[in-house]
């Protein structure tokens, strides 16, 4: 059965693509039958199983996709072929793009952006106007924020913090306790 479906009258333009807004059609999680959900292109955008979901405003498209318990809200972008999963949660006026991974109980939000071939996992986090990309990878329950910038094959892990308008990119290594 079925948990959401694509409300053909309900539509919006993304990019040249035509989005639609989602429908609840069962209840799971905190979302009820008839709920109106975010904006997705098409079905293979955000799994029929599991609480995945997309709130608000928050746009999902390309080969991007939603699944397990991931939840994309506020005004948040996840396209072309980036993996949305777990008890993940992209938030605000973040973007996830390309080929990045957001997965376990990471979170991304506000005006971060998460792209190329980023990955984000474990109770890391990625906010402000930070940004991930090339072959980085937080992880752990690091924390990127501010201005920051990691990229490259950088590596943030452990309770390390990046902040303010640090870059840290090559191979860099970034841990702690």
Do not use: P
Not at 90 to 106: E, I
Request: proline share 0%.
């Amino acid at each position: 059965m079925k948990k959401y479906e694509l409300v053909s009258d309900l539509t919006t333009d993304c990019d040249g693509k035509t989005l639609y807004r989602i429908r609840a059609l069962t209840s799971f999680s905190d979302v009820k039958a008839g709920d109106l959900g975010g904006w997705i292109e098409k079905e293979d955008c955000l799994s029929q199983f599991g609480n995945a979901w997309v709130y608000g405003d928050a746009l999902v498209s390309g080969n991007a996709w939603v699944y397990g318990d991931a939840k994309v809200s506020g005004d948040a972008r996840v396209y072309g072929n980036a993996l949305v999963s777990g008890n993940a949660w992209v938030s605000g006026d973040a973007s996830v793009y390309g080929d990045a991974l957001v997965y376990g109980n990471a979170e991304v939000s506000g005006n971060a952006w998460v792209y190329n071939n980023a990955r984000v996992s474990g109770n890391a986090e990625v906010y402000g106007d930070a940004r991930l990309s090339g072959n980085a990878t937080v992880s752990g329950n690091a924390k990127v924020y501010g201005n920051a910038w990691v990229y490259g094959d950088a590596r943030v892990s452990g309770n390390a913090s990046v902040s303010g308008d640090a870059e840290v990119c090559g191979d860099a290594l970034v841990s702690g306790n």
